[in-house]
């Protein structure tokens, strides 16, 4: 027996005014995951404790079987894991967005975020501002005073680490909560570490507003580059071996450094895929033969991790949405569960949405999302689709960290 996890990141939803009413789920193209869902054990879960903010760092901490009331320390720490960042003790780790600000020359505080990916930049390009940024003398001289390195990834999400760093009573807001509006009304604060690290972002901002690469952007009709933004600070934290836990080996297959890094401190294999890329164009098709060759190779579990949802969702682009869930659904499940019965290959499939992202708001959910097990060898008829209305007619799963062990076989 084989066993699989997928996750469309953020593709649960309320339902939308556009779709008359209807949510993504219900409205997307998806017919392998609905095949699958009818034949099902489909339900609906809480993958965020109510006391914990919703995002992909608690959720799928969660659904790894790792209790976030416990093990969560912040989200920079599980992205480092992820992206071979090694901490040290008395280090601080901040995820280092690249963000698009408002254009101009006036007071940073009165600027507004319009895209928490700098308009989904590029690898090379944000490579190339943020090392460059880094090697400019004067806001080189300002992060060492603060002890502040950064490693960066090829996409908008590099990681800044900060030896010696105070994190106590720090309170830093994830950017794509607070698209559109002033970001002095959402600076950094909680401390005088905090207040020093604002300073620097304004001093980010200055320096990359007229780069030639921005206006380059500019001319292209592309969002520029003009801000960084530290948040999800922590300490570094070890999680739960997977294969001790469970008594199976695996990898996770994924675009994006916080999943990634979740498997890695549990014990499980990364694996990267050659143009995978957290958003709507990525290779499905290498991430299929990935998990094809992790299971071939001897794994009995494999992690599929989807980005794209979110990041449309964040985007507030419907379209693109719905288009990443039928990308999910006819180049990810559909292909996989074909090429498994083709060998003959007896399996388990879990299918979820981490956590919802409202089209409403452009920002995470915590309420509970549907999901389903499938399995191969004992399908169970009930005639529903995988929506949120149909997964709240199932059993409810009070606790994401139980779903691991429900794909194992364990009863409801």
């Known amino acids: 027996m084989k066993y699989i996890l997928i996750i469309g990141d953020g593709m649960a ?119 460059w940024l880094f090697d400019d003398p004067e806001f080189a001289a300002a992060a060492a005073g603060l002890h502040v390195r950064v490693s960066p990834q090829p996409s908008f999400r590099h990681i800044a680490v900060q030896a010696g760093g105070d994190a106590q009573g720090m309170a830093a807001e994830p950017p794509h909560n607070i698209l559109g509006r002033r970001i002095g009304d959402y600076a950094m604060h909680g401390n005088t570490n905090a207040e020093a690290l604002w300073q620097l972002m304004a001093l980010a901002n200055r320096r990359l507003e007229h780069h030639p690469l921005n206006d380059a952007r500019r001319a292209a009709g592309k969002l520029p580059a003009n801000g960084i933004w530290f948040w999800a600070e922590g300490t570094a934290v070890a999680l739960p071996n997977f294969v001790q836990t469970y008594g199976h080996s695996g990898s996770v297959i994924s675009a994006v450094p916080l999943v990634h890094g979740i498997g890695a401190l549990t014990g499980l294999k990364m694996v990267h895929v050659e143009g995978a890329t957290g958003e709507t164009e990525t290779n499905c098709e290498g991430k299929v033969q990935a998990a094809l060759d992790a299971l071939r190779g001897g794994d009995d579990f494999v992690c599929v991790h989807l980005e794209g949802p979110d990041e449309a969702s964040h985007n507030g682009n419907l379209a693109e949405k719905l288009l990443c869930i039928h990308y999910l659904d006819s180049r990810i499940v559909g292909p996989l569960t074909a090429a498994l019965e083709a060998e003959g290959t007896d399996f388990r499939m879990l299918i979820l949405s981490d956590h919802k992202t409202l089209m409403s708001t452009r920002t995470h959910d915590g309420d509970p999302v549907p999901f389903l097990i499938y399995d191969s060898t004992h399908p169970t008829p009930n005639g529903r689709r995988y929506t949120e209305a149909d997964g709240l007619k199932g059993p409810y799963v009070a606790a994401g960290t139980q779903l691991m062990g429900l794909l194992f076989g364990e009863p409801v």
Not at 113 to 131: F, K, R
């Open 13 to 131: 939803d309320n339902p939308v005014p556009e779709l008359d009413g209807r949510t993504p789920l219900e409205a997307a193209d998806k017919p392998h995951i609905d095949a699958l869902a009818s034949q099902a054990l489909l339900g609906s879960v809480l993958t965020v404790p109510r006391q914990l903010p919703p995002g992909s760092d608690t959720a799928i901490l969660s659904i790894f079987g790792c209790d976030p009331t416990r093990y969560y320390t912040g989200r920079s720490p599980l992205e480092a894991a992820g992206s071979g960042v090694s901490l040290q003790p008395g280090d601080v780790s901040y995820r280092c967005n690249m963000v698009a600000l408002s254009d101009g020359d006036g007071p940073f505080e009165d600027k507004t975020i319009l895209s928490h990916s700098a308009g989904s930049i590029d690898g090379e390009t944000a490579i190339a501002l943020i090392t």
